[in-house]
């Protein structure tokens, strides 16, 4: 049994440097999953951020179009990154309504100017209340909602190639 206990030490620690070795190679979902999937969207009326653009009132999201918001910002690199992609969603007919946080005007339209403009609308977010209420914790995010108004799917992180077919199922599925 004394053999047995002189062992037990460097037993704990293989057993403790498996976990921590484990831990390192195979991390955990990092992401933060938002709790309004499956639930309304939060109510909310957002300003205009630009001239000559309409701002974002939650009420419009029942109308029965399938869409999209998207939680941007012009100073967010990966924002850059997925415009091509939103591009192409808009060219396919999809309403793609931005909600811009901590951002001025003059900024946003330089990023419009310089990145194209998929969207039919873009709300002043200053405060990032309205990101939040989506339960969005960074940016870019993309939320899919359908018809009734209800939060069906959200994609966390710049919008790629390889992310188009699951956006565009999801909003195939909210029709």
């Known amino acids: 049994m004394r053999r047995l206990l002189i062992w037990a030490p460097l037993a704990l620690f293989v057993l403790v440097f498996g976990l921590v070795a484990s831990g390192l190679f195979a991390p955990g979902e990092r992401a933060v999953k938002s709790a309004m999937i499956g639930q309304p969207a939060p109510a909310f009326t957002l300003p205009a951020l630009l001239p000559g653009k309409p701002g974002v009132d939650s009420k419009t999201f029942a109308d029965g179009k399938p869409r999209l918001v998207n939680v941007f910002a012009s100073w967010c690199g990966p924002c850059i990154a997925e415009a091509p992609q939103l591009m ?6 999809i309403e793609i309504v931005g909600i811009a946080t901590a951002d001025t005007p003059e900024a946003m339209l330089g990023f419009l100017t310089r990145n194209g403009d998929p969207f039919t609308a873009i709300g002043d977010d200053r405060n990032r209340k309205v990101q939040f209420a989506f339960g969005s ?17 959200q ?3 710049y919008v790629g190639p390889q992310d ?9 599925a909210a029709r």
Do not use: C, N, Q, S
């Open 164 to 172: 188009m077919p699951k956006l565009l199922e999801a909003l195939a």
């Open 88 to 93: 192409k969603m808009r060219e396919m007919g």
């Open 137 to 153: 914790a960074g940016v870019p995010e993309t939320f899919v909602i359908d018809g009734k108004g209800k939060v069906t799917y």
């Open 155 to 157: 994609h966390i992180g």
